[in-house]
């Protein structure tokens, strides 16, 4: 063990479905992972088997694509934490199979096979989508960076330094100048007033986990600044709610343009209808790939 790290490798042929780590990573589901060489959701990255880092809990992790399998460093014995935050035992072939065989669904698939829902942790998830409002991906990225680095807990591995997202409690001590300093915007009081919530045991993870989702989806809306898409997403990329189908622009377009009798006039009867014509129980996956097809053919 060098540097503080253990190391360890798992062979993509023991995954169902293999894995796509960059598409997984880079395709706005997720803001809790950052690239080694600072080009997060950069130019010219695409196809590369860079290093991926986060820290969860006080740990740092580093994964990287090569041929052939799935490389890891870690503070930690990190093989069972990416099963669960990169969602490992998930089979991809069945999850396609279920999807509908539209061409437009069918081409996502394709261009991005091996791309997985994530297992975020609870808290930076929520912070990251009520941060995505009016925001492409990069500066939402950006957002989640400089809380990280203003608020939370240093972690010092080797020469380096790496910070993990804030707790609660740090977020909730914040200003909304301080916050607002940070470019969040109007999105600062949200975040501040959030973080308060469940620094104060007013609103947790464990009150809105302990029913079945649509309604995990509507409880999280209690939260400030969470609507129904926010909700949606936290739902699909923190809480394994795998049939959630967040409606952003992207999935407006896709309903216009290839799906148009999904459109029902309000969000949660459009969203219902569409996660029924894309699968059903795995809809979310499908919407992921979707999201990342067309956001990239633009």
Request: glycine share 8%; charged share 30%; aromatic share 10%.
């Amino acid at each position: 063990m060098a540097n503080g790290l253990e190391r360890g490798s798992i062979p993509l042929s023991e995954l169902p479905g293999g894995i796509d780590l960059q598409a997984t990573l880079e395709s706005g589901q997720s803001y809790c992972w950052w690239r080694a060489d600072e080009r997060t959701y950069g130019a010219g990255t695409d196809g590369d088997d860079g290093w991926y880092e986060t820290v969860v809990d006080g740990d740092l992790l580093r994964a990287r694509q090569t041929d052939g399998e799935l490389r890891w460093e870690a503070t930690t014995d990190a093989e069972p934490l990416l099963y669960e935050l990169l969602r490992l035992d998930d089979d991809l072939e069945a999850i396609r199979a279920s999807a509908a065989a539209d061409d437009v669904v069918q081409d996502a698939y394709d261009n991005y096979w091996g791309l997985r829902i994530v297992a975020d942790p609870f808290f930076p998830c929520l912070i990251s989508f009520i941060c995505s409002a009016q925001m492409h991906v990069s500066r939402i990225f950006e957002m989640q960076m400089a809380l990280r680095r203003e608020y939370g807990e240093e972690i010092e591995v080797g020469e380096r330094t790496y910070y993990d997202f804030p707790t609660p409690d740090a977020l909730a001590a914040a200003t909304e100048e301080e916050l607002r300093d940070l470019n969040l915007g109007y999105r600062a009081p949200y975040v501040q007033r959030t973080a308060e919530m469940v620094s104060e045991g007013e609103l947790t993870e464990s009150d809105v986990t302990e029913t079945a989702y649509p309604a995990v989806r509507e409880e999280l809306t209690e939260f400030v600044g969470v609507g129904q898409k926010v909700s949606d997403c936290v739902c699909l990329f923190s809480l394994s709610c795998l049939e959630a189908v967040p409606l952003d622009t992207w999935m407006h377009t896709a309903i216009e343009e290839h799906f148009p009798k999904c459109e029902r006039g309000n969000y949660t009867d459009t969203s219902d209808a569409f996660r029924e014509r894309l699968g059903g129980e795995f809809a979310g996956y499908t919407q992921t790939y979707l999201f990342h097809h067309l956001r990239n053919e633009d």
